[in-house]
């Protein structure tokens, strides 16, 4: 077990001097080898600071400062809040302890979660996090304390929820809850897990896909407007190829392998989960390509879902245009065709073949009751 070394001391440099000569005075905190200054609202003279024998007053102050860091160590402790050269300098600065807020924790996960948008993470979901903060905000005060997230009040939360949502939503909902909360207790900002006993259940909501003859459609729809021609040509890549979107966005045109006998593929690791996928692309994705010399500007996100809001007004087709729509109608349109599960779960880059089970399983329900209907008749 390492031995905790803590000291403090106190300087007063002649580089920090003014013009009247006077520098502020500086306390040094050292604890297990780690140096921060803090500039403390005292100014002194450095020759005079510097003397062996300081002034009476000046003895005083910097007693008094010892005695200020002590009793800021000890509340440190009473709080169980990690005692690091940073936190101590802080409290010394803010004049003792400073709350860290539900406020706080969200703005802080928050942050963190805007640094991946259009990377590995969609606007779409960062803003469903955002919704997530807003109704929290109702069961308790964004100004309490990070420490008054009570297991209580998560249950209020996920009861609530599930009253007013259909239960995939609600469990998504629950679920990224959950991250800001796990966020708090692994950076040491909530000692209880106020998440015991907070079970998700997730429903299943019904895949939603277009036709082969919807997507036939929206291919051969007339757009005389280039830029929302070029986000049909994305679509229809992503429906001829299953990719998600992060992954479209990264495609260049040397991840395109063509074999001997003219079929392309796409052979990569996924952006978001660093899963390998191997898929085969389909006629139409190939078409796409080669009017585009195998390289797609993509667009974000946002802007590409906005987009697709206008072909699908164009094209008269029902279903709402997204690039989930997409990357969902690849996959079922390989197992209406009967490849395998597993296979289909390798071009989609799924961890394992349950993830595309539980995703299509009414999909792979049709399937295998057309199946065998087809043989019995």
């Known amino acids: 077990m390492s031995r905790t070394t803590f000291s403090i001391s106190f300087v007063c440099r002649d580089s920090k001097a003014n013009k009247t000569g006077l520098a502020p005075v500086e306390m040094s905190i050292v604890l297990n080898g780690d140096r921060k200054f803090v500039n403390l609202p005292r100014k002194e003279k450095p020759s005079d600071f510097n003397k062996k024998h300081k002034s009476k007053d000046l003895e005083d ?25 940073d936190s101590i300098r802080e409290y010394v600065r803010m004049g003792g302890y400073k709350s860290y807020t539900v406020g706080d924790l969200f703005k802080d996960y928050l942050a963190l979660l805007s640094k991946r948008v259009d990377v590995d993470l969609t606007y779409g979901v960062y803003r469903k996090y955002e919704l997530v903060r807003n109704l929290f905000f ?16 998560v249950k209020q939360f996920q009861v609530d929820l599930y009253a007013k949502y ?14 800001f909360i796990k966020f708090g207790i692994d950076n040491n900002r909530i000692k209880i897990n106020p998440l015991q006993g907070v079970k ?33 040509d994305a679509f229809i890549l992503q429906a001829s190829t299953g990719l998600a979107y992060c992954d479209l ?47 797609l500007h993509i667009i ?19 279903t709402t245009l997204t690039t989930h729509v997409a ?39 049709n399937t295998v009751i057309s199946e065998v209907v087809s043989k019995i008749q």
Request: glycine share 4%.
């Open 200 to 232: 998700t259940v997730k429903g299943r909501k019904p895949i939603i896909y277009l036709t082969e003859s919807e997507l036939e459609q929206i291919n051969h729809l007339k757009i005389d407007n280039e830029s929302l021609s070029n986000i049909r």
């Open 249 to 295: 966005y990264t495609l260049r045109k040397e991840d395109i392998k063509i074999n001997e006998d003219g079929t392309h593929y796409i052979s990569k690791q996924r952006t978001k989960t660093g899963t390998t996928y191997t898929t085969v692309i389909l006629p139409m994705g190939i078409d796409v390509l080669k009017r585009h010399d195998y390289q």
């Open 300 to 318: 974000t996100n946002q802007k590409y879902n906005l987009f697709l809001k206008n072909i699908q007004a164009l094209s008269g087709i029902t």
């Open 61 to 85: 102050y910097l007693s008094l400062m010892r005695s200020r860091v002590n009793s800021i160590m000890t509340e440190m402790l009473a709080n169980g809040e990690p005692i690091t050269t």
């Open 327 to 365: 990357r969902r109608t690849y996959a079922t349109m390989l197992l209406n065709k009967g490849v395998r599960l597993e296979t289909v779960s390798k071009c989609m880059g799924h961890r394992n073949s349950k993830i595309t089970q539980a995703a299509y399983a009414e999909v792979l329900n």
């Open 166 to 179: 259909d239960t995939s939503t609600a469990a998504g909902y629950l679920t990224k809850l959950k991250t």
């Open 138 to 153: 109702n069961y308790i005060s964004p100004d309490a304390e990070c420490t008054a997230i009570t297991n209580a009040i």
